[in-house]
């Protein structure tokens, strides 16, 4: 028998297996895009796959119905915790008018859902991270008790927008936590030619704020280090940084072909620790997931990607006029 962790840090049975069924809804919406790409459908996909474990432990140490997300365009993990539906994303995949993010303007993975206050970012990476810490001061100045919530990749803790926004945080002790997704990669360039640094949470120091480097396949790690995050900001004590690893198992996108920078040994070796498999042996060894419990999440979720996919593939394009929408006043 297992050692219970998932107790030892507050959750209920129930709540794990929430948690695995989303990762496994993301990875199966992750999947189906893929096919639909190649299929000619959809003209462009941008994956969580590696990453499930870390978006979904982080999304759920969140209040979903106060904190606001900054995510980053591989969270879909963390999207679908906060109420974003299958059909929004396969509706975002295909482009179409009823698409919540853009109305099928943008390109998907560039989230933004205001029911569910999920800020939409742009396509230069991490500039998502001074919005977050923007929203934060706000909130700060308002008296209002949400933390913001900001993702983005290693590669993206290079650029300014990250200092820039972290050194703002640690000077105002405002209420953001920032999480950064190593993923090992930023497209065809190795973490060792990305950070001088021996780890991307070793910035926090310069900050003045905490900082955790966490495995990212293990979703109760990253859950508990996002939760004492969370709890900091609420208290008034300032940001949080945390880095969770795991490893990137798709290549960058759709278009591109890593076989050209990455041996296939390597990433076979970062399969096996695919949190989707992982996570499932812990909860059988906790005797929370059976092979019947199993056997009906896969039914369940393949009749939602199914549905999804019918309904994004029948809907309407936008009018052409659209294009004009929310660019000029409209009198
Ligand atoms: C400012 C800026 N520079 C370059 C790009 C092109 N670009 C898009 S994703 C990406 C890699 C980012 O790597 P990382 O931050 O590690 O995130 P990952 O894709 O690995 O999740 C780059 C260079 C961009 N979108 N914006
Ligand atoms: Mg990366």
Known sequence: MTENRHSAIGLSDQTVLEMYKTMLLARKIDERMWLLNRAGKIPFVISCQGQEAAQVGAAFALDRNKDYILPYYRDMGVVLTFG????????SGFAKAEDPNSGGRQMPGHFGQKKNRIVTGSSPV???????????LG????????VTFT???EGSSNQGDFHEGANFAGVHKLPVIFMCENNKYAISVPIEKQLACEKVSDRAIGYGMPGVTVDGNDPLAVYEAVKQAVDRARRGEGPSLVETVSYRLTPHSSDDDDRAYRSREEVEEAKK???????????????ILTDEIQLNIEKELAKIVDE??????QAPYADPE???KYVYEEK
Request: avoid cysteine; glycine fraction near 8%.
């Open 308 to 313: 999804a996919t019918e309904y994004a593939e």
């Open 151 to 153: 993702t983005f990749g």
């Open 126 to 136: 991490t500039t998502q991270v001074p919005h977050a810490v923007g929203i934060a």
């Open 139 to 146: 909130g700060k100045m308002e008296g209002k008790d949400f």
């Open 273 to 287: 620790l695919d949190a989707i498999f992982t996570f499932a042996d812990y909860l059988r060894q906790t005797n």
């Open 84 to 91: 974003m539906t299958a059909q929004d994303l396969m509706l």
């Open 322 to 324: 659209d294009a004009m």
